[in-house]
């Protein structure tokens, strides 16, 4: 298993009291391949470096969490189905380590 970082932008117009609940639901995927899920951390209401579909602000949220490279693959290619999902990115914080 390695040790993924996700960051999920989410439409502002979605209440941000179910933001964590549908992360969730998403991170089943995770857990049914073996994996475990740390922590998700919504950040809420942020403004935006730039427009994204027309919206000048974004929920955030980061989720790390434990996972194989086809399940981490697999959660994206879902979360990007989701119309209320703006921007995704899955990374792998050991990598971005400074020595």
Do not use: C
Not at 74 to 96: A, M, W
């Amino acid at each position: 298993m390695r040790h993924y970082e996700l960051m999920v932008l989410v439409d502002p117009e979605v209440d941000e009291r179910t933001v964590e609940p549908t992360l969730t639901k998403y991170m089943e995927v995770v857990k049914k391949d073996g994996g475990s899920v740390d922590e998700i951390d919504v950040w809420g209401r942020r403004r935006l470096a730039y427009e994204i579909q027309k919206k000048t602000e974004a929920i955030y949220a980061v989720v790390n969490f434990h996972a194989t490279p086809a399940a981490s693959a697999e959660l994206d290619r879902l979360l990007r189905l989701n119309e209320t999902i703006l921007r995704t990115k899955i990374v792998r914080p050991e990598e971005f380590k400074v020595a």
